[in-house]
């Protein structure tokens, strides 16, 4: 059986059962039992919809600390091109490097890098490979998890291109090791993260991909700590790479605009944030419903990009603004992205995405198709027999949700406070009936 990693968890002593998380799930993955809410874990796609969510707090994100730095000879920072819109606008970009340097880390490789890596190792893609359309972009893994989950047959139209995280990551330790001569056991590379689901990506990767990330912090954590760090911090914009086309990948829109630059109106692209919207999406190429003419999809868990990640601390709508103004404004655009460079990382295979990504089949009734086909027939029975007022108070987050914990053995229709109602009435009916009744030696 396989053993799945979750970031997302729950604190059972905050949790007071309220079932608020059961319905924003995507994937029907909460339960609420004996007072609790509980994560079914083959279900989870540690999107943090649930975090939230919840009133209490009780759904949290396990991320590493910056203690985790010590395990290593020379550590890399690897920032989430979101991590820059969370400061005020007096806050240089070079301060922002600089205050993490102060944190421990030895250099800070920009993800916002990888990603214009990633951006022209897409356009080549596309450029070559006339196959499946629309392709769906990899840098989200709350979505490729989704997929895995309930979209298990739109798996091979994700575009086997890395995320800009692991690119990045990639990048500095090929780099750090010609530099210094390190071994590259010796370098650890840190991802600064607005998600639990980059969390979970790098302590589970996709398929057989390895990462070459050592670690994944909360943005949260980082903020606070470079906010503190910022008086000493010298201006290091000498560590700036990116451009304002990598930096722009933080925010909805920001993907296609890179990968599209230079492209001209060659391929068309679509954009989608928020996992409801991007369900909706899915279901509709599932259907085979006419997405023609896309050739690619950015596709974002979070509404408005990684800016909205559950872990980031700033307003993702302030933000946005501040990650454009740093955008527009860092200069080099004349320079675009290092085209030449990157192309030869992409042909040397660099920036693959290694590894099949298999399905997560747990939304099967049954391995055996004719004993899934009986239960879906019993489910179909007990839903029509279930009030279809999608309450909730049962602890499933909508009536079909219990008729399959029921088929499952995993419910009762009694856990239906409706259904419980009418079995308390017969019993007290027959119990009234029972009373009238008189033994046959005292009466009839
Ligand atoms: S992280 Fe997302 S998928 Fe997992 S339990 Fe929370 S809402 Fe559901
Ligand atoms: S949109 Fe960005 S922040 Fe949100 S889950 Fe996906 S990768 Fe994480």
New binding site residues.
Partial sequence: MEVYF?S?TLDESKCKGCTN?IK????E??RVREGKAR?IEQ?????????RTCPNHA?VAVTDSLEGLNRFRYRVALPAPSFYGQFKPEVSLGRILGALLELGFDTVYEVAWGAEAVSVAVQEFLARESGKRPLISSACPAVIRLMQVRFPTLLDHVIPVDSPMEAAAKMAKRAKVQELGLAEEEIGAFFITPC?AKVTAVKQPFGDNRTYVDGAISMSTVYGEVLKALPEAQDRYDLVQSTGLGIGWGYSGGENRAIYQGQKSRFSFLAVDGIHSVISLLEQMERGDDLKGIDYVEAQACIGGCIGGPLVPQNRFVSRVQLARIADTIGRPEEGIKREEFLGLWKEGLLDLKGEIRPRPVMSLDPDIRKAIAKLEQLEKTVEDLPGLDCGSCGSPNCRALAEDIVRGNALETDCVFKLRERVKELAEEMVELAQKLPPAMGK
Wanted: charged share 25%; aromatic share 0%; with cysteine.
């Fill in positions: 979750h997302v998380c924003k799930c995507p994937t993955a909460i994560i279900r989870c796609i540690d999107c943090g919809e649930c975090i759904k639990p």
